[in-house]
């Protein structure tokens, strides 16, 4: 955990890194504000072209919502977290919630959570590690 | 412009049918709704059918193929789990252009067993959260636990109801009675839906003739009409936390807004629901996005038995997809017999009693995908 090597493929398109350090990779419309989770040239909410300019999205936030997944498909572990997080700068992120009982009695709305990385290896990547981020409480 | 009727609605019992093939399940369905209309194939000016699976494997023509080539155009349309819905309404909208008098919907799907979602190259699945249904539904449930308090319990008995109600459907896959304890105490899937509270994935088709006013008059099948009062279908508009988790609220209340609009009505006129329950947590949102209840009241909505056969407007006595099944492309037309077969009184033992107007909605998408939402008012003629 926390251990992140260079030239691991990242899991998802918006996870890059800064020399070794990795960051995600949002939008802001600078028509209408909304911050998007990853690259986009048109905003899909005011339809502005044009106005969006590359930033690097909040590592802090709470927990809007979330699931306890007790069945996944095949060679996936479960049980696990699955949160919908409200980052600090207003864009909002699905991910994996550790270092919380898999347990709706012991997790609660508007936690404070921030944004970890790591390396991981999907089930179905033949054993290949990739670079992915996952929420712990803060 | 024409008003448009239903003249000829059938389904087949929902079931699993490895051994067939998707043309020959939608061919049933055809011919028992083109029995039901006393038409035949040759009298259909074109054919639209809905199918998810295999979208691009020219259904419409094959089934064609198994029960008469008569020439006719085919559209094929494939549009989430509204497919079957958004194949009803192209037939619709071809008569209110003028275009045609007379002619076939129908929805067809045969599924594996299991649990949807997932999708092509490495699978994120675990290590970003879940891509599953079931957790994408959950989720949804927990936004209204978050903003009402609904509670485990409210969600659960969504699908006490709906087993209930399909213990007197005959087309339904299944027809079995769980009583409270049961559903919550059933195997947890994602909090807070338990296996019996997801829908069933399950084989079927369902097809239905619709007319234009001059056509049900020629042919003397007023007796049997079905009016549609409204015909909408919705993409989902932008809402804020689309990318994280699938919105099918904004898509459905819009949706719901311009059919009430359409059919110059509101909500409190509608007798009898068939909503898309595909997991019992989405039944509790659909209640407040279809103008049922008021915001924040879903939960107490449940609890009433308002919902219920026998209630102020009772919702998915098909048994829903949650018992009855949910074949996807089917899906839509299934629920536009369901509520036509009691506007012609003709329910059985589920009957809603005095049915004059009743509504049908489905909605699908999924991560990353968008949504799409259909829905339609019908009326007693
Ligand atoms: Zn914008």
């Known amino acids: ?138 | 412009m024409s008003d448009v009727y239903i003249v000829g609605v059938d389904m087949i019992r929902f079931g699993r049918f490895p051994d067939r093939t998707v043309p020959n399940l939608a061919a049933e369905a055809a011919l028992l709704a083109l029995d039901d209309a006393g038409l035949t194939i040759k009298d259909m000016q074109a054919l639209f059918c809905g199918n998810l699976g295999q979208a691009r494997g020219m259904i419409g023509q094959r089934m064609l193929a198994e029960i008469g080539q008569t020439g006719i155009p085919v559209t094929n349309v494939a549009n989430a789990c509204a497919t079957g819905a958004t194949a009803f309404r192209d037939g619709w909208m071809s008569i209110k252009a003028g275009v045609y008098d007379l002619v076939l919907a129908v929805g067809v799907e045969q599924m594996g067993k299991g649990l949807l979602g997932g999708g092509e190259g490495v699978s994120t699945e675990g290590v970003i959260g879940s891509g599953t249904m079931p957790a994408m539904f959950s989720h949804i449930g927990m936004e209204h636990t978050r903003m009402y308090g609904t509670t485990f319990a409210q969600f659960a008995r969504v699908s006490v109801k709906n087993h209930w109600h399909s213990t007197m459907n005959p087309k339904s896959m299944y027809r079995k009675e769980t009583p409270l304890q049961e559903v919550m105490a059933a195997e947890m899937i994602a909090y807070p839906n338990t296996k019996l509270m997801c829908s069933v994935n399950v084989d079927g088709s369902a097809a239905a003739v619709l007319a234009s006013e001059k056509k049900v008059k020629q042919l003397g099948l007023m007796d049997r009409a079905v009016r549609v009062r409204a015909s909408e279908l919705s993409s989902n508009p932008f809402a804020e936390r689309q990318l994280a988790m699938p919105d099918f609220s904004a898509a459905t209340r819009l949706a719901a807004k311009n059919a009430y609009e359409q059919a110059g009505i509101g909500p409190q006129d509608i007798n009898l629901v068939e909503l898309h329950d595909c997991f019992a947590t989405a039944e509790i949102v659909h209640y407040e996005n279809l103008g049922l209840c008021a915001d924040g009241d879903a939960g107490k909505l449940i609890d009433s038995g308002d919902t219920q056969l026998g209630g102020r407007v009772p919702v998915n006595v098909s048994g829903g997809l949650l018992s009855k099944g949910h074949p996807l492309g089917a899906t839509g037309i299934a629920n536009i017999y369901e509520v036509s077969t009691h506007l012609r009184g003709a329910a059985g033992e589920r009957q809603v009693e005095g049915a004059r107007l009743g509504l049908t909605h489905v909605v699908g998408g999924g991560p990353g995908m968008g949504s799409a939402c259909a829905i339609h008012v019908l009326e007693k003629v």
Do not use: W
């Not at chain 1, 419309?29 to 502005?48: D, L, N, Q, T």
């Not at chain 1, 997080?85 to 550790?98: A, F, N, P, R």
């Open chain 1, 1 to 138: 955990m926390g251990d992140v090597s260079g030239g691991v493929p990242p899991i998802v398109p918006f996870l890059h890194r800064d020399g070794a350090k990795p960051y995600l990779g949002g939008s802001r419309c600078e028509a209408c504000g909304h911050v998007f989770v990853g690259e986009r040239s048109v905003c899909a909410k005011c339809a502005a072209r044009d106005k969006m300019k590359a930033v690097r999205l909040a590592e802090t936030g709470k927990l809007y919502v979330y699931t306890v997944v007790k069945r996944s498909f095949p060679g996936v572990a479960v049980p696990f977290v699955d949160a919908i997080v409200d980052l600090d700068d207003g864009s909002h992120l699905k991910g994996t919630l550790e270092g919380v009982e898999p347990d709706p009695d012991h997790i609660k709305f508007n936690m404070r959570v921030k944004v970890a990385y790591r390396e991981a290896q999907p089930v179905n990547s033949g054993g290949k590690p990739y670079l992915t981020y996952y929420f712990v409480p803060a």
